[in-house]
C-alpha cells in the first residue's frame, strides 16, 4: 500500500530485560497524597494505592512500546486503554522486577495501536500485577492487524443508561500535574508547561491520564470495598478525553454483577474523561 507506515511485527512476544524498583512507605504515601487518596491505609504507606502499580514499570512502558513504531510517529502517541490486574497489593519494602512485551499491533482508520503486556514480580518471584496499555499512534496508516488485541471492557449502553448505583465528585487541584509528575515519575512537559500544550493542540496543561484513573480507583473503592482495599483485583479504563487543572471528576458507578462495578468518570463540561470503566472486586 502506498504511504503505508512500516512497524516491525517481529517485536510482538518479545520480552525485555528485567527493572528493578524498591519500594518505600514514603514513595506510596507521595502517591497517595498526588492523586489526593485519603483512604487510611494508602494515606499511611500500609498498602500501596493500585494505580501505583505503574511506577515500577514505567520506564519499560515508554520503551517497550516504542520497539516496534516508526520514528515519525513516536511522538504522536496517545495513552488509550490501560487494564491493571492486581495479584496482590504493592507493600513497603517489596523489590519488584518488572518486564515487558508488545503483545498486539492493529491497524485503525484513524491510527495504530499498539498493546503492550507489563508484569511485576516480587523478589521470590510471585507475580504481583499485570498490566495492558493501549499505545495510540494518531495518523499512523497500516492496515494490518497482528497478535492479541487489547482485553475488553466496554460498558452495555443499557447500564450506562441506567441510574447509577453510586455517583463521586472529586476535585483535581491547581497544583495536581506537577504533584503528579513528581511522585509517579511522569515528567511529560504537556502535564507541566503550559505554552508546550497548547503548541502541541491541547487547551493548555492537562492532567495525567493515569492520574485520573487513580481518582476513579478511589471512587470505586470507596462505593464497593472501603475497608479492605486489597479486594480490588482489577481496574480497566478507557481515556476519552483530558481533564484539566481546577476542573471537578464526576465518576458514575453501577454495580454489574457478583464481584464486577462498571463506571465512567465527565468533567466540568460533561466531556467523558474515563469511558468503559470495569473493576473486579474479590469477595469478602
Known sequence: ???????????????????????????????????????????EGILAPP???????FTQLAAVTMQPVPPHLMMRIVHGEH???????????????????????????SGVVVTTLLETRD?????????????????????????????????????????????????????????YAEASGDPMPIHTDDALAKQLGFPGIIVHGLCTMAFTSRAVIAHA??????????LAVRFSA???????????IWDTGV?????????DEGSVLIKDGLAEIEPP
Request: hydrophobic share 40%.
Open 83 to 109: 487494564d491493571i490486574r492486581q495479584h496482590r497489593p504493592i507493600v513497603a519494602g517489596d523489590v519488584l522486577s518488572s518486564r515487558g512485551k508488545v503483545v498486539g499491533i492493529h491497524g485503525k482508520s
Open 259 to 267: 464481584g464486577t462495578v462498571a463506571f465512567e468518570s465527565t468533567n
Open 123 to 179: 523478589a521470590g518471584g510471585a507475580l504481583v500485577n499485570e498490566q495492558y496499555v493501549a499505545g495510540f499512534f494518531r495518523g499512523g496508516t497500516w492496515p494490518h492487524e497482528a497478535g492479541q488485541a487489547f482485553p475488553a471492557h466496554d460498558l452495555d449502553p443499557a447500564v450506562r443508561g441506567a441510574e447509577p448505583s453510586a455517583t463521586a465528585v472529586q476535585s483535581l487541584d491547581a497544583d495536581q500535574t506537577w504533584r
Open 242 to 252: 483530558v481533564g484539566r487543572p481546577g476542573q471537578t471528576v464526576t465518576t458514575r
Open 225 to 234: 470495598c472501603p475497608e479492605a482495599p486489597a479486594r480490588l483485583r482489577r
Open 1 to 43: 500500500m502506498v504511504g503505508e507506515d512500516v512497524f516491525d511485527g517481529t517485536r510482538i512476544g518479545v520480552w525485555s530485560e528485567p527493572s528493578e524498583f524498591e519500594v518505600t512507605a514514603e514513595r506510596m504515601i507521595a502517591y497517595a497524597a498526588a492523586t489526593n487518596d485519603e483512604l487510611k491505609q494508602h494515606a
Open 51 to 57: 494505580v501505583f502499580a505503574v511506577v515500577a514499570p
